[in-house]
């Protein structure tokens, strides 16, 4: 069962995009055809699947790691409280109905 959610692109159009479980966020945002670069493939040394997260849903994930954590304090849009970097992101159903907003590009 996938999980439907909502992606504020850098215009700020909104989409409804089918995340599947078998997805992290990244895979989910690029095979829908969101303007996300993804250059590294998803191995967290990019940043550029930046997005911001709800609250609520940054609680729900709990903390970044470390990796991660470093990469996106370097990103000049990084928002403590709101960044992740969305290959970092794994399915979860509860994130059904969130919404995901891609961060600028750098
Ligand atoms: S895809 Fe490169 S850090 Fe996420």
């Not at 590294?40 to 994930?61: I, K, N, R, Y």
């Amino acid at each position: 069962m996938n999980a439907q959610i909502t992606v504020v692109d850098r215009e700020g159009r909104q989409h409804s995009v089918p995340w599947e479980p078998d997805q992290s966020l990244m895979e989910a945002l690029r095979d829908n055809d969101m303007p996300v670069l993804a250059s590294c493939g998803g191995c967290c040394s990019c940043a550029t699947c930046h997005v911001f997260l709800p609250d609520d849903v940054m609680e729900t994930l709990g903390e970044r790691d470390g990796e991660e954590l470093e990469l996106l304090a370097e990103t000049e849009a990084f928002r403590p409280g709101a960044s992740r970097l969305a290959c970092q992101v794994h399915f979860a159903a509860a994130l059904a109905g969130t919404t995901v907003t891609l961060a600028p590009e750098e």
